[in-house]
């Protein structure tokens, strides 16, 4: 009897334990998609803007060390002993003015003597061809040339030492500001002895270069606004004047030259300078804020705005300029971009303008 009771227990459990797994089941049996109700999508909250027009100019940047207009080290042609120095280091001189003087003593007893050998050849020279001016041959022809070439040679020596004589006034070859004299009055200096710098200051050069693909918009006249460490937030002003016509081949770069006027003198040769060259300008260019270029690749994409949803558009990229780039391509005036919220978009997605930075 005991057996029969524990028999039937088990089967109720059983069962109970049965109805329980088949009601799970039915629970958890999946609903059919097309019965499942889908609610709207939220919107995503964006920040436009809309295209701008305005005119920019062309420019690229680059680098460069200042030289002077004219800068040359004043050497003697001569060698000699410095008689007299007739300038101030730093001073500024005009074209010609006298520099330094060498000790001319013994050129000058060159040059008389240089000086009587051309009278005595001369004379002989001019008292055998009166000879033979009656058409008679008193002299030999032979010895009236060579009393000619005797001429022309004393007349050598004498242009010689006068030249060498000049040679020990050495003068500026041109206007500028002199540096540090190297010598003192009474050295003896030989020829090609380093004595002063001579810079003209009144304007500079600057070399810097370029890459070749912007070979065609290059042109002597062209603008550059120039910037150096010693005047932080000050800007100055030159033009190209010269283009070097060989490329560089290692850097595939091209050299151009530029003056710059120093009235002030405030510039020194052997500056750094960082240069912006301007190359031309657009009056009415398309303008997106920078923020808004989406990058993909080689490829460059944004967002427009378009009837509440987000729409993607391929642009072309030209110039950059203080948080702006100019659209070549892709874009027009009254396209509205998103300039802020665009990572987080798909094509399609609504949207929501905002006015405000999203916080």
């Known amino acids: 009897m005991t057996l ?32 499942v109700a889908v609610g709207p999508q939220a919107a995503t909250a964006v920040v436009v803007a809309p295209v701008s027009i305005d005119r920019i100019r062309h420019t690229i940047r680059a680098v460069g060390t200042l030289r002077a207009n004219e800068s040359i080290m004043i050497r003697p042609e001569v060698a000699g002993r410095i008689r007299q120095i007739w300038f101030e280091e730093g001073q500024a001189v005009e074209k010609d003015q006298l520099l330094l003087e060498l000790d001319d003593s013994e050129l000058q007893a060159e040059l008389a003597q240089a000086a009587a050998q051309l009278k005595v050849s001369r004379l002989t020279y001019e008292r055998l061809k009166q000879l033979d001016l009656d058409g008679k041959r008193y002299v030999p022809k032979q010895q009236l040339d ?10 050598a020596n004498h242009s010689l030492s006068v030249t060498r004589l000049a040679r020990t006034k050495i003068r500026a070859p041109f206007s500028g500001i002199t540096g540090i004299r190297r010598v003192s009055p009474g050295d003896f200096v030989g020829a090609g002895l380093d004595l002063v710098n001579l810079e003209d200051l009144a304007q500079l050069k ?11 918009h290059l042109a002597p006249g ?5 910037t150096t460490d010693a005047y932080a937030g000050e800007s100055f002003h030159g033009t190209v004047y010269v283009i070097d016509p060989q490329v560089e081949l290692t850097t595939r770069s091209v050299q151009l030259r530029a003056r710059i006027p ?5 510039l020194r040769p052997g500056m750094f300078a960082q240069v912006l060259l301007t190359y031309g300008q657009e009056e009415r260019a398309l303008l997106i804020p920078e923020e808004a270029v989406m990058p993909k690749q080689d490829k460059v994409y944004v967002y427009l705005a378009k009837n509440g949803a987000a729409q993607q558009r391929e642009i072309r990229l030209g110039t950059r300029i203080k948080g702006f780039v100019q659209v070549l391509d892709g874009l027009t005036e009254q396209d509205t971009v998103i300039r802020v ?4 978009l798909q094509e399609g997605d609504p949207i929501v303008a905002l006015t405000e930075p999203i916080p």
Do not use: C
């Open 206 to 216: 600057i070399d810097f270069k370029v890459p070749e693909t912007l070979l065609r």
């Open 222 to 226: 062209q603008p550059i606004e120039l």
């Open 4 to 35: 029969r009771r524990t028999t039937s227990f088990l089967f109720v459990i059983m069962t109970a334990i049965s109805v329980m797994y088949a009601i799970k089941w039915i629970g958890l049996t999946p609903v059919p998609a097309s019965e």
């Open 146 to 155: 060579e009393v000619a070439g005797a001429l022309q040679v004393s007349h």
């Open 262 to 266: 120093n009235p002030q003198q405030r």
């Open 341 to 344: 919220g665009h990572h987080k």
